[in-house]
């Protein structure tokens, strides 16, 4: 599986973005696919989960943040509403064929895009 994360770009805050997690490969409608950013200085965090169990969001984000698929166009999308200036971040989209229960965890996921940067100013 290959990921290409995409629709990154800069925005101000209140605004939105939506980013596109396109993949190859005929295992990655069956997988599960994360979202997870890391911005400048901090360590890579979890963003969103989506599964056959069903949709998880980090605190920080739910309410305003949106994941979900188009398996027929093998693409998974992010949909980021009211951003703020601490989302300003390179998100990076990823696969687990295994459906770890951990979805939090880097370490559960099997393949990983090559990240989108998100900037949102105040």
């Known amino acids: 599986v290959q990921l290409q994360a995409s629709g990154g770009g800069l925005v101000q805050a209140g605004g939105s973005l939506k980013l596109s997690c396109a993949a190859s490969?005929?295992?990655?409608?069956?997988?599960?696919v994360g979202w997870f950013r890391q911005a400048p200085g901090k360590e890579r965090e979890f963003v969103a989960h989506i599964s056959m169990r069903g949709t998880y969001y980090a605190d920080s984000v739910k309410g305003r943040f949106t994941i979900s698929r188009d398996d027929a166009k093998n693409t998974v999308f992010l949909q980021m509403n009211s951003l703020k200036p601490e989302d300003t971040a390179v998100y990076y989209c990823?696969?687990?064929?295994?459906?770890?229960?951990?979805?939090?965890?880097?370490?559960?996921?099997?393949?990983w895009g090559q990240g989108t940067e998100v900037t949102v100013s105040s």
């Open positions: 990823a696969a687990d064929v295994f459906h770890h229960t951990t979805y939090t965890l880097e370490s559960s996921y099997n393949y």
């Open positions: 490969g005929r295992t990655f409608s069956a997988s599960a």
